[in-house]
């Protein structure tokens, strides 16, 4: 009985320092950068959507997810990002400005 226990607790410790590891990187993949001057950061995904502020050129920022479908701005076609900067404001952004820091970790199209 005690090394059924003490098996378990063995366990248990172990799925925590394998959760609590890939909880520590997982920060890596989230990271992008905004390339272009003046970039709107928008409400919602959308060229009409209000504006909560403008991004600067390589602004570091805090990726949380893709839009579902491709939108078309302007003469390009692409996704839009939900991110957050550094001083706290979540938002969207056209693709066409939003870089991942790592670019293998890009989604499949």
Known sequence: ???????????????????????????????????????NLRVSPS???????QLMNHEFVIYYERS????????DRDYWYKIKTTDNKQGW????????LDESLIPEK
Request: proline share 0%; net charge positive; no cysteine.
């Open 47 to 53: 060229i009409n959507a209000k504006v909560v502020r």
């Open 93 to 100: 952004v056209f693709g066409k400005y939003f870089y991942y």
């Open 68 to 75: 579902k479908e491709e939108s078309k701005v302007g003469g």
């Open 1 to 39: 009985m005690k090394n059924i226990l003490f098996a378990l607790m063995v366990l248990e410790i172990s799925l925590f320092i394998v959760e609590s590891f890939d909880t520590a990187f997982a920060w890596y993949n989230q990271y992008g950068i905004i390339k272009g001057t003046e970039v």
